[in-house]
């Protein structure tokens, strides 16, 4: 079975700290990647997501995502964090034989310390 | 109302009682979701719902009943649940069920079985 793995469920930074949050998943076809976030006490969005061409791929907020075919990776980048960025964030791919469907990483919980 | 709106957004039920969850989308969408989302485990997808057909039922228990009288409106009828189905119970759509669109989701019902 396809699964989606997030390296961190906790992760607490500093204002202006650099952020990576690590996402691999187990498919070796073609994939579709995504990122949502989910802020306190609002609704699970999409933050970015990847189908095809530039690898490095743009999102909200200031957020970028590289993905690496041979690692199997779509890391999560933002250089400079804010309070703001306090969220839950969630990795999800689309592979080809999920029937399409979206399989999603167990998430990771990023607190900003002001 | 804009968005995905769910009712109610808590519920505590006993092992025997029959309750049900319902969601409704107000973004001229064509696919609905069902998902499970419980503390550190990744969101199960529950049930897709494509063109008010029923697409997808990943091996969900008959416990968890599953209704879309059109594309608007989706609910979750509950019976003689278990106390590991207490978890936050989201609803999403999307334009279409391929899972290439973005999901859009709801805030969640929290569920309690006693």
């Known amino acids: 079975a396809q699964s989606v793995s997030q390296h961190n469920h906790h992760v607490i930074l500093s204002e202006a700290a650099s952020l990576e949050l690590g996402c691999n998943y187990s498919?070796?076809?073609?994939?579709?990647l995504f990122w949502y976030v989910q802020y306190p006490g609002q609704h699970l969005q999409l933050l970015l997501k990847?189908?095809?061409?530039d690898p490095l791929v743009k999102g909200i907020k200031g957020f970028e995502a590289e993905f690496i075919k041979s690692k199997f990776s779509f890391n999560l980048r933002k250089p400079s964090v804010q309070w703001s960025d306090t969220a839950e964030y969630f990795c999800?791919?689309?592979?080809?034989?999920?029937?399409?469907?979206?399989?999603w990483g167990a998430g990771t919980k990023l607190i900003i310390k002001p | 109302e804009t968005g995905v709106t769910q009712t109610p957004r808590h519920l505590v039920m006993g092992m025997t009682n029959k309750k049900s969850l319902k969601c409704e989308q107000h973004l001229g969408h064509n696919a609905m979701y069902w998902y499970k989302q419980s503390a550190k485990k990744p969101l199960e997808l529950m049930f897709v719902?494509?063109?008010?057909?029923?697409?997808e039922n990943n091996s969900v228990p008959s416990r968890f009943s599953p209704e879309c009288p059109n594309s608007s409106h989706l609910f979750l009828h509950l019976h003689t649940l278990q106390p590991e189905d207490s978890a936050l119970y989201l609803c999403a759509s999307s334009q279409d069920g391929t899972g290439l669109n973005e999901q859009f989701f709801g805030p969640g019902t929290r569920l309690t079985v006693l």
């Open positions: 498919y070796g076809g073609t994939v579709n």
């Open positions: 999800a791919v689309n592979a080809g034989d999920s029937n399409y469907q979206l399989i």
């Open positions: 719902y494509n063109f008010k057909e029923q697409t």
């Open positions: 990847y189908f095809s061409g």
